[in-house]
C-alpha cells in the first residue's frame, strides 16, 4: 500500500508533497486549500487491470484537473464517493452538489474541478478500456452520476471499501477483485449512461459474498446473528444469500459456524487467554450450547478443545 499523511510534514511543505504523491499514484491535481488548515490522508492499493482502490481524508479543500494537465494523455476514469456534500464541475459546466453516499464516474481526459469540506473519500481508478468492454456508450460524457439508491451503487462502494480495508486478501485476489469492480460499476453506471450493460453476473455475486462473509466476521461473537439480520445489513432476501452460499457448495450456517469454530479454536491457542474456561470461549464465540460446540470443535480439528487447551499450557509453561 502507497500511504501520505500531512501530519509530520510542515505547513509549507504539505501542499508541495500532495502534489506529488498524487501525480504518481493516480493523476495530476492542482490542489488550494479552502481554509488554514491542511489535514490529508491518502492510501492506495493497486490491483491488476489499471485498477486503483484509494481511500482519503481531507480538511477543506479543492483539486482541479486543468486544460494543461489532460494532455498528459491519461483517459481512465475515476470511481468516487464520498460521505459529505460536495462540489463537482466538469468541462466548464455549471457546478452541482453531490450528495454523501452517490458515485460519480468522472474521465480523466476531461477538465475538472471539485470543492470538498471536511470529507472522507473513496476513489477507484479504472481503466477506460476495461470499462469500455463493459459499457460501449461510456466516451460519449465525461463523467456520469449514480445516486446512492441506484442499483449496485451501494454494492460498488462497500466492496471498493472492503478491499482497502484488506489489502492483503485484495492482492491475493488481484484480478478477480478487478474484474469485479469493473462489472460492479458497470452495475451502477449502466443505466445512467443509458444501455444494456455488459459484466459476468456471478463476479456481482462473488463481490456480495464477500461483502457477507466480513459482515459475518465482524458479529461472530453475536448471539443474534443470523440470515435475516445479515439480509436486512446487506439490503437482500434470505434466499438470495442461501444461493450464493450454495454456489460454494455450503450453506449459511455452515459458514458461520466455522468461522466460529476456527475463533474458538485461536482463543484456545492463545496464552493470554488461559484463564478463561473453555465454557466461556463457546459462548463467547456464539455457541449457545456447549455439547453442540465439543461436537463439533472434534469433527473441524479431530481434536476436542481440551486437547487444544492442554496443549497451549504446556507451551506456557515452558
Known amino acids: 500500500m502507497n500511504f501520505f499523511s500531512t501530519d509530520h510534514l510542515p505547513r509549507r511543505e504539505r501542499l508541495g508533497v500532495l502534489h506529488d504523491f498524487v501525480g504518481r499514484i493516480v493523476a495530476r491535481r492542482q490542489f488550494r486549500p479552502l481554509d488554514d488548515e491542511i489535514r490529508i490522508e491518502l492510501g492506495a492499493v493497486a490491483l491488476s487491470d489499471n485498477v486503483m482502490v484509494c481511500k482519503a481524508r481531507y480538511s477543506p479543500i479543492a483539486g482541479k484537473r486543468t486544460r494543461e494537465m489532460i494532455t498528459d494523455g491519461r483517459e481512465d476514469y475515476l470511481l468516487t464517493v464520498h460521505d459529505a456534500d460536495c462540489e463537482l464541475a466538469v468541462e466548464g459546466r455549471e457546478p452541482f452538489s453531490v450528495k454523501a453516499g452517490d458515485l460519480m464516474l468522472v474521465s480523466e481526459a476531461s477538465v475538472a474541478e471539485f470543492r470538498l469540506p471536511h ?3 473513496n476513489v477507484v481508478s479504472l481503466g477506460f478500456a476495461q470499462l469500455k468492454a463493459r ?10 452520476h449514480a445516486p446512492l439508491g441506484t442499483a449496485g451503487a451501494a454494492l460498488a462502494a462497500g466492496y471498493a471499501d472492503l478491499l482497502f480495508r484488506n489489502p492483503a486478501e485484495a492482492q491475493a485476489a488481484d484480478s478477480r477483485a478487478a474484474s469485479h469492480l469493473y462489472d460492479l460499476a458497470a452495475l451502477a453506471f449502466g443505466a445512467a449512461i443509458g444501455q444494456n450493460t455488459s459484466f459476468d453476473r456471478t463476479g456481482i455475486g462473488a463481490a456480495r459474498l464477500e461483502l457477507i462473509k466480513k459482515d459475518v466476521q465482524a458479529r461472530l461473537k453475536d448471539p443474534g446473528l443470523g440470515i435475516g439480520s445479515v439480509a436486512k445489513s446487506q ?6 444469500i442461501q444461493r450464493l452460499f450454495e454456489r460454494e457448495g455450503t450453506t449459511f450456517s455452515d459458514y458461520v459456524r466455522g468461522c466460529r469454530l476456527e475463533l474458538a479454536h485461536a482463543m484456545l491457542c492463545d496464552i ?10 463457546a459462548y463467547d464465540c456464539g455457541f449457545g450450547d456447549l455439547s453442540h460446540f465439543n461436537r463439533s470443535f472434534r469433527e473441524r480439528f479431530d481434536m476436542t478443545p481440551s486437547d487444544i487447551r492442554a496443549a497451549t499450557m504446556m507451551r506456557y509453561e515452558r
Open 272 to 281: 493470554a487467554a488461559l484463564a478463561q474456561s473453555i465454557s466461556s470461549i
Open 135 to 144: 459499457l460501449p456508450r461510456i466516451d460519449g460524457r465525461p463523467f456520469y
Open 119 to 121: 470529507v472522507n473519500v
Open 235 to 240: 439490503g437482500v432476501s434470505p434466499r438470495y
